[in-house]
Each structure stands twice: as structure tokens, then as C-alpha cells.
């Protein structure tokens, strides 16, 4: 069987930790052998996650700019809500009456983070709206 690789700094990899079962836990059935993630994979992920934060494209975004971004990771998850519940109900066990099948909780958590990036730090609207001004230019 095939291992599933997990996403590092955008790249997938196989991890050097110990392969692990996903199993099916309302009916035994495996359904799939995943990488597993070494501290050597954690620490990797960790300063891929502190490069990017520190990266200009994302540091210097702006609130709403951000927002969309949040906005569009929403309209994913609830596109795809019936895969998504689909694999939910595989590696949980839950009923298929218990899984949202619009991408629910996931999706409908978007739009608040969403509102989050757009309002924070935005009390003084001058110094927001000069801040828009000065990127434009």
C-alpha cells in the first residue's frame, strides 16, 4: 500500500518518522498508511511556517487583502463539503447524519477569521485608508 505524504512548506513528503494506519473505526477497514513526522519533520515544518510568516507577501498584506484569501478557502471547503464529509465519516466513524455535507463547520469558521484579518487593527480608518493609498502608488 502506498504511504500518503503530508504538506511541508509546500512541498508533500513522505516524513522520516514511523508510517501509521488510518482506520476505519466504525468498520476496521483501513483506509490508508500515512507518513509519519520525526521531530527532524516538526522542526522542518516549523521554520517553513516562520519563513512564511516573515515573507513580505504575506506580512505586508493588507487586512482585506487577507480577508479574500480567507474568503476563497471558505468557498473551497464548502465546494468540496461532500468529499470532505466523506472522508470525515471514514476516519472518525461518524454518521453520515452527523456530517455536514456543505462543508458546515469548517466553511462557516472561514468568514469569521475572515472578518477578523479584515477588522483587526483597523480602529484609526485614516491611517488604514493612507496605508491602501501609499500601496497603490
Do not use: Y
Not at 44 to 72: C, F, G, S, Y
Amino acid at each position: 500500500m502506498n504511504i500518503k505524504p503530508f504538506l511541508i512548506g509546500g512541498e508533500w513528503v513522505q516524513g522520516t518518522g514511523t508510517p501509521f494506519d488510518s482506520v476505519n473505526p466504525a468498520n476496521g477497514e483501513l483506509n490508508g498508511r500515512i507518513g509519519g513526522a520525526s521531530a527532524a519533520d516538526v522542526d522542518h515544518a516549523v521554520r517553513n511556517a516562520q519563513r512564511a510568516q516573515r515573507d513580505p507577501r504575506w506580512r505586508n498584506m493588507l487586512p482585506h487583502e487577507r480577508a479574500r484569501l480567507l474568503n476563497r478557502v471558505a468557498d473551497l471547503i464548502v465546494e468540496r463539503g461532500s468529499e470532505l464529509a466523506s472522508i470525515q465519516m471514514r476516519e472518525n466513524g461518524k454518521l453520515a447524519q452527523r456530517v455536514p455535507r456543505a462543508g458546515g463547520c469548517g466553511g462557516g469558521r472561514f468568514p469569521l477569521f475572515r472578518r477578523r484579518h479584515r477588522d483587526h487593527g483597523v480602529r484609526d480608518r485614516a491611517v488604514a485608508r493612507a496605508a491602501c493609498r501609499e500601496r497603490r502608488i
